[in-house]
Nanobody
Framework: VQLQASGGGLVQAGDSLRLSCVAS??????????VGWFRQAPRGEREFVAD???????YYQDSVKGRFTISRDNAKNTVYLQMNNLNPEDTAVYYC???????????????????WGQGTQVTVSS
């Protein structure tokens, strides 16, 4: 699985951005994967943001609930992250992730996702 993220940029606090991640898969349908996003702030640790499984069940980090929305378009092999009301604490490199065999108790752990894309930078100015 290869993941290509895009959509990052420089915005002001309160603005919105939508990240996209297109997956190239073989041997297994994109729809069968759990896909999601992590982020890593400057001098910070990598942290879970959100994911969506094959049943379209979503899971969010508490700090983004109500502001971020994850969705998927299986026909386009694409996962989206709509980010609203951004604040400077959201500044980070955002990484797209995927895995075919995540169980509920493992969701949110970086080790649970086998496939990682390159990051896209999101910078929020105050």
């Amino acid at each position: 699985v290869q993941l290509q993220a895009s959509g990052g940029g420089l915005v002001q606090a309160g603005d919105s951005l939508r990240l996209s991640c297109v997956a190239s898969v073989s041997g297994r349908a994109f729809s069968s994967y759990t896909v999601g996003w992590f982020r890593q702030a400057p001098r910070g640790e990598r942290e879970f943001v959100a994911d969506i499984n094959r049943s379209r069940n979503t899971y969010y980090q508490d700090s983004v609930k109500g502001r971020f929305t994850i969705s998927r378009d299986n026909a386009k092999n694409t996962v989206y992250l709509q980010m609203n009301n951004l604040n400077p604490e959201d500044t980070a490199v955002y990484y797209c992730v995927a895995d075919s065999g995540i169980i509920m108790s493992s969701r949110g752990r970086s080790s649970a996702y086998a496939y990682w894309g390159q990051g896209t930078q999101v910078t929020v100015s105050s």
